[in-house]
């Protein structure tokens, strides 16, 4: 007899819980949609594409996983479009295609890092950009302007659905508990996991705030496991 695969999961986020994936599937449904109609009112002397192929990989993030630091508003505004502008100016300037692919994905990702705007689907807006060089008009109105449509209509969309689905968009980190009480030694302070993020040396696409109160609810159940274990001695 056929199974359904069990839910995919990003850490210990599944798709199946509370963050569903018919959820996420419906926002994006509409956000693109939406993103569509934006593209498609400007006149056809104006837009390359009337809808920007990152732009459905930005909604898989914004609708999917809201809760990301790679998902919100001003990384899918300032991702997208800088790295498509980072595109045109190296399509202009660089005249071998290959060159020119490569160097403008990697200096978006310095661009989206340095003005806290990390958005993976830019790396894929910063290749449309290079491609857009050619087009009759540069790619200069008619690449920036469909795409600027098309992420004002994602996030706008974004912002209403995710909110009134109940996961609030920006992402609002959970405020960690207070520490317990001096005693518990299983606690540890917030200079610990910055320490230990320092010692890691990655990027993780969880915010910060957010892994502290995790870390905190876990502490607090081992706690009150470890006293009901001394109690019963």
Same mark, same amino acid.
């Given at each position: 007899?056929?199974?359904?695969?069990? %839910?995919?999961?990003?850490?210990? +986020?599944? @798709?199946?819980?509370?963050?569903?994936?018919?959820?996420?599937?419906?926002g994006a449904l509409i956000g693109v949609a939406l993103a569509a109609v934006f593209g498609l009112s400007l006149p056809d002397a104006y837009h390359w594409?009337? *809808?920007?192929? %990152? *732009?459905?990989?930005?909604?898989?993030?914004? @609708?999917?996983?809201?809760?990301? %630091? +790679?998902?919100?508003?001003?990384s899918v505004l300032g991702g997208s479009m800088l790295s498509a502008l980072v595109g045109l100016i190296i399509g202009h300037t660089i005249a071998l295609p290959m060159l020119a692919a490569g160097l403008s994905v990697g200096i978006a990702i310095a661009v989206m890092t340095y003005t806290r705007c990390l958005h993976p689907p830019g790396g894929a807006c910063a290749i449309v950009g290079t491609l857009a060089a050619n087009a009759p008009?540069?790619?200069?109105?008619?690449l920036m +302007?469909?795409?600027?449509?098309?992420?004002?209509?994602? *996030?706008?969309?974004?912002? +209403?659905?995710?909110?009134l689905t109940g996961h609030a968009w920006p992402h609002i980190p959970v405020q960690a508990p207070p520490t317990p009480? *001096?005693?518990?030694?299983?606690?540890?302070?917030?200079?610990?996991?910055?320490?230990?993020?320092?010692?890691?040396?990655?990027?993780?696409?969880?915010?910060?705030?957010?892994?502290d109160a995790l870390f905190r609810a876990v502490e607090r159940r081992v706690m009150r496991r470890w006293q009901d274990e001394r109690t019963k001695r």
């Amino acid at each position: 007899m056929f199974k359904l695969p069990r %839910p995919m999961a990003i850490g210990q +986020l599944r @798709f199946g819980g509370r963050l569903g994936w018919a959820r996420g599937a419906t926002g994006a449904l509409i956000g693109v949609a939406l993103a569509a109609v934006f593209g498609l009112s400007l006149p056809d002397a104006y837009h390359w594409p009337w *809808i920007v192929a %990152p *732009i459905g990989a930005s909604a898989v993030l914004v @609708f999917a996983v809201p809760a990301s %630091p +790679l998902a919100q508003p001003w990384s899918v505004l300032g991702g997208s479009m800088l790295s498509a502008l980072v595109g045109l100016i190296i399509g202009h300037t660089i005249a071998l295609p290959m060159l020119a692919a490569g160097l403008s994905v990697g200096i978006a990702i310095a661009v989206m890092t340095y003005t806290r705007c990390l958005h993976p689907p830019g790396g894929a807006c910063a290749i449309v950009g290079t491609l857009a060089a050619n087009a009759p008009d540069g790619g200069w109105l008619g690449l920036m +302007l469909p795409l600027l449509l098309n992420v004002i209509a994602l *996030i706008g969309a974004g912002w +209403l659905y995710n909110n009134l689905t109940g996961h609030a968009w920006p992402h609002i980190p959970v405020q960690a508990p207070p520490t317990p009480e *001096i005693g518990w030694a299983g606690a540890y302070e917030r200079a610990d996991l910055d320490a230990v993020l320092e010692e890691w040396d990655e990027v993780l696409d969880v915010n910060r705030q957010d892994l502290d109160a995790l870390f905190r609810a876990v502490e607090r159940r081992v706690m009150r496991r470890w006293q009901d274990e001394r109690t019963k001695r």
